[in-house]
Structures are given as C-alpha cells and as structure tokens.
C-alpha cells in the first residue's frame, strides 16, 4: 500500500514541475517578446534619426526592424512610423516552448505579442 501512494506522489510531484517549468517558460517568452518589441523600436528610431529625410526613412526603418526582430527569434507583426507626431511603433510576435501546456491550449504559447513605441532622436 505504501509503493502506491509513493508512486501516486511522484506522479503528482512530476506533474507539478513540467507545469511550473511551462509556466516559467511562457512567462520567459512574453519577457523576451516585450524586449525584442522595445529593442527593434529603438532601433527603428535610430534608423529615422540619422537618415538626412525623415520622412522617406521608413522603409528603410522597417527593414531594420525586420531584422532585429529576427536576430531575436522574433517576427514584426505591424510597423508605423508617423513623420508628423515623430514616433515609431513596432508590434512583434514569438513563441514560447513547452512541454505540453500547449497541447490544452495553444494560445498561451502561440503568438505572444508585445508593442513599444519609440522616437527617434
């Protein structure tokens, strides 16, 4: 009788930590997209800030964002830069890996966004 409840409570203890280590791993990912946003925001605005005419730096600004977001494992979702107000918005999109919290619902590690606005200098 004891081997079965010594079974039942590593099983219990075993499910416990592949949720934590999920749920740690989700929370890391959501950390890492806002960085990534924030990051290939400001790189954007530092792009517009040293092009001699603002106001036809953003595709250039959006080719840069492209690519932070990509060395970041991450992918840019929506970019504005708006010449009138000076402000440049990045949307940026990622995943998270898990164990198997994403077999109950894939929202939770699927398409993590996050948003930063930055102006250039």
């Known amino acids: 009788m ?3 409840k010594l079974a039942v ?4 203890i ?3 930590g592949v949720v934590g280590y999920d749920g740690v791993e989700i929370l890391n990912a959501h950390r890492d997209v806002r960085d990534a946003a ?3 925001a400001s790189a954007a605005a530092q792009a517009i800030a040293g092009a001699k005419d603002r106001t036809k730096a953003g595709a250039a600004a ?3 964002a492209d690519k932070t977001a990509k060395a970041r494992g991450d992918v840019v979702t929506a970019f504005s830069y708006d ?4 402000k440049v918005t990045v949307t940026v999109s990622g995943n998270a890996n898990s164990l198997v919290l994403h077999f109950f619902d894939k929202n939770l590690t699927d398409n993590i ?3 930063a ?3 250039p200098g």
């Open 2 to 4: 004891t081997v079965w």
């Open 9 to 12: 409570a590593l099983v219990i």
């Open 14 to 16: 075993a499910a416990i």
């Open 38 to 40: 924030s990051a290939t």
């Open 62 to 64: 959006s080719a840069i």
């Open 83 to 86: 010449p009138v107000l000076a």
């Open 113 to 115: 966004r996050a948003s």
């Open 117 to 119: 606005t930055a102006r």
